[in-house]
């Protein structure tokens, strides 16, 4: 595991690659992911997002790249699903990834648990992890960055109820947060042209992550289909 202050130097200004594959997908598989992300980083990039904790063990024998880790899961009782409780804290441990993303929203998590008691919880049994919290408004931010978060991102703007139907990317979010914030924020979501990326880091971000733009070859190829056929 790289040192917290050494993370935050690799990744300042870069492109984090998200480097993910769900199990209805084409590239599911940790094997793949790992050589993703092994392309990415002679690409040029300064870090890999990447969801289980298994898809993290092949990746971090292949990269030495920070890895920003995460463990989707759904539950019935809860729209939480990023890293939502603290057994899939406790698996990612195992994995050893350098950031741990967990959902920053307002919304109630499995079992009913509050954001609050349960990051208190996380961050007392953890104390020397960074964790990022997944956000999708301004709100969540500024409250993440109170309970004690190390670095925020964009990540969930457009995918909870209240943000749905915005337009990604979020500029306008990410130049707020950038500017009010003291700890590092991350521009997440909706990414796809590097006229995009570039307007995003001009916001005053820390870093940028790219994720279904560069490895998610099956939704490149319908962005394709989809401008032949004059949908874009």
């Not at 598989?29 to 993290?56: F, H, K, V, W």
């Not at 939502?84 to 967990?102: C, F, H, K």
Request: contains cysteine.
């Amino acid at each position: 595991m790289i040192k917290n202050n050494e993370v935050f130097k690799r990744i300042k200004g870069g492109l984090i690659v998200s480097c993910q594959a769900l199990s209805n997908e084409p590239l599911y598989s940790s094997y793949i992911m790992s050589r993703m992300a092994y392309a990415a980083q002679l690409g040029g990039a300064c870090g890999i997002r990447a969801n289980t904790p298994e898809d993290i063990t092949e990746i971090k024998k292949t990269v030495n790249l920070p890895v920003i880790g995460l463990f989707k899961q759904e539950y019935p009782d809860s729209e939480v699903y990023i890293t939502p409780t603290e057994a899939a804290v406790d698996a990612l441990m195992e994995s050893g990834p350098d950031i741990i993303a967990i959902d920053a929203t307002n919304r109630p998590r499995p079992y009913g648990a509050g954001l609050d008691e349960f990051f208190q919880k996380i961050r007392n049994k953890y104390p020397d992890m960074l964790f990022m919290g997944d956000c999708s408004t301004f709100e969540d931010a500024v409250h993440a960055e109170e309970i004690g978060f190390d670095l925020v991102g964009t990540t969930l703007c457009g995918y909870t109820e209240e943000t749905k139907g915005i337009e990604l990317p979020n500029i306008k979010l990410m130049e707020e947060l950038a500017g009010n914030l003291t700890v590092p924020v991350i521009a997440e979501g909706g990414i796809w042209t590097t006229k995009q990326l570039k307007a995003a880091l001009n916001t005053g971000v820390y870093a940028a992550v790219v994720g279904t733009a560069i490895t998610r070859p099956m939704d490149i190829t319908k962005r394709f289909v989809e401008a032949i056929n004059g949908k874009e």
